[in-house]
């Protein structure tokens, strides 16, 4: 959920630096800087402890997908920019000039190609978020750690307990590591090298 | 005269301090060849460029067919459909087949059947001598057969006129014949087109009439036997003599001598 409105947001985000929108250009850069540059962890605790301040009432859960969405926003925007920024600007000369409108030109030429040179660093970015979901049982929410954690305090297995977590993780990101190579292979398969 | 197809009035053209195009006047009638030479940094492919509205001119007008070809116009895409633009780079799309990139404007543009325009394709695909290639990607083409690609793309919009930026001057020696070849046929089937190009014997072939480029000007417009046996300017001559090997020769004795 979370990584889903991570991709949404680094879509437009990318989207507006790509058309040079301006006063949202502008936004969209200062977002950028800050969520790269702050763990997730500090986020967290601002939307967790900041926003009821301000009062809006919020859940863990609701804060765990917003901050995961705040972070992977920026890391999202930033995959899909140097897509678009790796399809030649004389492609999209030679769209237009075969009379194409601004979007087209968009979905048919540019888009295409733009996401299948942003793949690996998206797929990259994916299992990065799905790791980072580690930090939220500092905000009590319910993921791998937390529970891990709760087990090594009821059961006092500690070492199997971090065992089985690993495993789980990986259980978790191997099959989307795996995607994304495969995906990637396709990709390079059906493009490029013109 | 009938009508010009195409004319550029006063058309002025600066990149920053640079002038690139200064004030020119160009008329193009319905079936007429025109062939633009000069040296490097002339103008000649910004020329086209702005015919295009690829890029924006600052002074002057250039009209197709009375219409206004303004960057700004909402009618751009309109007037883009009617002329036909191969670039020195063939700029094929790479995610695409070659009969998918040559259907793709004709379908989403104008809007056109996809079974009919497949058909065309295919046709047109075999007057360049490319059947069989309709299912390649453009990376496992050549770059002749790209660019005999690159052309059928634009002949499938039903261009009223064509332009052809250097497209042979990224290819290899035996592969220059062959597009040049599909461009001669091009010619002989009374199509409208603007070339710009560095091979000297095919301009005298093909050409209805020279421009001459220096400096962003026009300095010489006329018919390609007087361009060649007899230029006006001194630059047009000097221009020519690069492609004369025995004046260099007789330098390179003069020499070592």
């Known amino acids: 959920m979370g990584i889903t409105i991570a991709i949404l947001l680094g879509f437009i985000c990318a989207m507006i630096q790509y058309y040079k929108v301006p006063i949202l250009k502008r936004v969209v850069s200062v977002y950028i800087e800050l969520s790269r540059n702050t763990p997730l962890l500090v986020q967290l605790f601002f939307i967790y402890y900041g926003l009821p301040k301000i009062g809006i009432q919020t859940n863990a859960e609701i804060c765990g997908i917003a901050g995961l969405a705040f972070l992977g926003g920026s890391y999202m925007a930033e995959a899909f920019r140097s897509g678009l920024e790796a399809v030649d600007s004389i492609q999209t000369e030679s769209a237009l000039s075969l009379g194409m409108s601004n979007y087209q030109t968009m979905a048919y030429v540019v888009l295409p190609q733009a996401i299948s040179v942003s793949i690996p660093a998206f797929m990259a970015n994916i299992i990065f978020l799905m790791k980072e979901t580690s930090v939220f049982s500092a905000i009590s929410l319910m993921d791998l750690m937390f529970t891990a954690k709760d087990l090594i305090g009821l059961y006092y297995k500690t070492t199997e307990s971090l065992f089985l977590l690993v495993v789980f993780y990986l259980i978790i990101l191997l099959p989307i590591s795996i995607l994304g190579s495969l995906l990637e292979r396709r990709l390079r398969h059906a493009g490029f090298g013109s | ?257």
């Open chain 2, 1 to 257: 005269m009938a009508e010009p197809i195409l004319a550029l009035k006063n058309v002025t053209k600066h990149f920053g301090e640079n002038t690139v195009l200064d004030d020119i006047d160009l008329s193009v009638h319905q079936g007429e060849v025109i062939v633009i030479v000069g040296p490097s940094g002339c103008g000649k492919s910004t020329l086209l460029r702005c015919v295009n509205a690829l890029e924006p001119i600052q002074g002057g007008e250039i009209y197709l067919n009375d219409e206004k070809i303004d960057i700004k116009s909402k009618k751009l895409a309109n007037l883009r459909q009617k002329i036909g633009m191969v670039f020195q780079s063939y700029e094929l799309f790479p995610h695409l087949t070659v009969l998918e990139n040559i259907v793709l404007a004709p379908t989403k543009v104008q809007k056109r059947k996809k079974e009919e325009v497949q058909q065309e394709a295919l046709a047109l695909l075999g007057r360049v001598g490319l059947l069989g290639k309709e299912g390649s990607y453009a990376r496992q083409l050549s770059g002749g057969q790209k660019q005999r690609v690159a052309i059928v793309r634009a002949l499938c919009m039903h261009p009223e006129i064509l332009l052809f930026d250097e497209v042979t001057a990224a290819l290899d020696p035996e592969m220059v014949r062959e597009v040049l070849d599909v461009m001669l046929n091009l010619a002989a089937q009374g199509r409208t087109m603007i070339i710009v190009t560095h091979e000297m014997q095919f301009a005298k072939a093909v050409a209805d009439r020279i421009i001459f480029l220096d400096g962003g000007k026009v300095l010489e417009d006329t018919k390609p036997e007087v361009f060649f046996e007899a230029p006006k300017t001194e630059r047009a001559r000097q221009f020519l003599s690069m492609f004369e090997f025995n004046v260099v020769k007789s330098q390179v004795e003069k020499v070592s001598s």
